[in-house]
């Protein structure tokens, strides 16, 4: 486990995950004020025991656990903290059925506070704006942080070397959905993106990043779902990550149009 400071009260806990072809980070951000924490994500459940020994040993409990969407990697370490509120996406339940089917019921917390479509928290210093981006999951939601910092969920990701992966539409997710977020970022107020898999994406990176998943995207809805790979990558493939995500794509856009 890497911590970095991001800013003032604001640390990210970052872990890294080795698959066959490819490595990347998975990351829990905390915001913390006084003794008390509120969590974006948590992680798998033995990245989140972690955190908590690291808040332990400086007296700090969490309190609150703003869950961006219900894939085991951002909810499931919320077990570790039971006294924790939790916040998501009112559509929790549509992504949360699909995992129930593979994995125990018992770990997954639900949700104390439903995301309709937007809400808006203080904490301390911090000002946390909450709003509802389905795309990667039908429960995706993403957070701006005091108007300068982005955490956009799953719906822009990133390898360990810093490679774009493009965009993943989980299994009930609708590529429409995907693009929408994405153009709603476009005119959202922020400075820098904080990945929940990947690095920070600084002001001068930002208009790329996103016109990429943009264009990517596009392409796959005007194909009905059936493009080609290379068709719809806006650079060559060796500049991405995790390119057979394309093929998941294409499966689970047939069972959209089925």
């Given at each position: 486990m890497k911590i970095v400071s991001i800013a003032p009260n604001f640390i990210k806990f970052e872990f890294i995950e080795n698959m066959d072809r490819v490595s990347y980070t998975t990351n829990v951000f905390a915001l913390i004020h006084n003794s008390r924490v509120v969590l974006i994500d948590s992680g798998y459940l033995e990245y989140s025991k972690l955190i908590k020994d690291y808040f332990d040993e400086l007296n700090l409990t969490v309190?609150?656990?703003?869950?961006?969407?219900?894939?085991?990697?951002?909810?499931?370490?919320?077990?570790?903290?039971?006294?924790?509120?939790?916040?998501?996406?009112?559509?929790?339940?549509?992504?949360?059925?699909?995992?129930?089917?593979?994995?125990?019921?018992?770990?997954?917390?639900?949700?104390?506070?439903?995301?309709?479509?937007?809400?808006?928290?203080?904490?301390?210093?911090?000002?946390?704006?909450?709003?509802?981006?389905?795309?990667?999951?039908?429960?995706?939601?993403?957070?701006?942080?005091?108007?300068?910092?982005?955490?956009?969920?799953?719906?822009?990701?990133?390898?360990?070397?810093?490679?774009?992966?493009?965009?993943?539409?989980?299994?009930?997710?609708?590529?429409?959905?995907?693009?929408?977020?994405?153009?709603?970022?476009?005119?959202l107020d922020f400075k820098e993106i904080c990945l929940s898999h990947g690095y920070i994406i600084h002001k001068n990176q930002i208009s790329s990043f996103i016109t990429e998943r943009i264009y990517y995207l596009e392409r796959f809805i005007e194909s009905h779902y059936t493009a080609d790979l290379e068709y719809c990558l806006m650079q060559d493939k060796s500049q991405y990550a995790m390119t057979e995500i394309h093929r998941v794509n294409l499966r689970n856009g047939k069972k959209l149009k089925a």
């Open positions: 309190d609150s656990i703003i869950i961006t969407h219900y894939h085991r990697d951002h909810c499931e370490g919320s077990l570790t903290f039971p006294k924790a509120k939790i916040y998501a996406s009112n559509d929790y339940m549509i992504t949360m059925k699909r995992l129930l089917k593979h994995y125990d019921q018992n770990l997954y917390k639900t949700p104390d506070f439903l995301i309709a479509n937007y809400s808006h928290l203080e904490f301390g210093s911090f000002n946390i704006k909450i709003y509802k981006t389905p795309g990667h999951t039908p429960c995706s939601i993403s957070i701006i942080l005091n108007d300068f910092f982005l955490i956009p969920s799953d719906l822009l990701l990133q390898d360990i070397n810093g490679k774009n992966i493009i965009p993943y539409m989980d299994i009930g997710a609708d590529p429409n959905n995907h693009l929408k977020s994405l153009r709603k970022f476009q005119i």
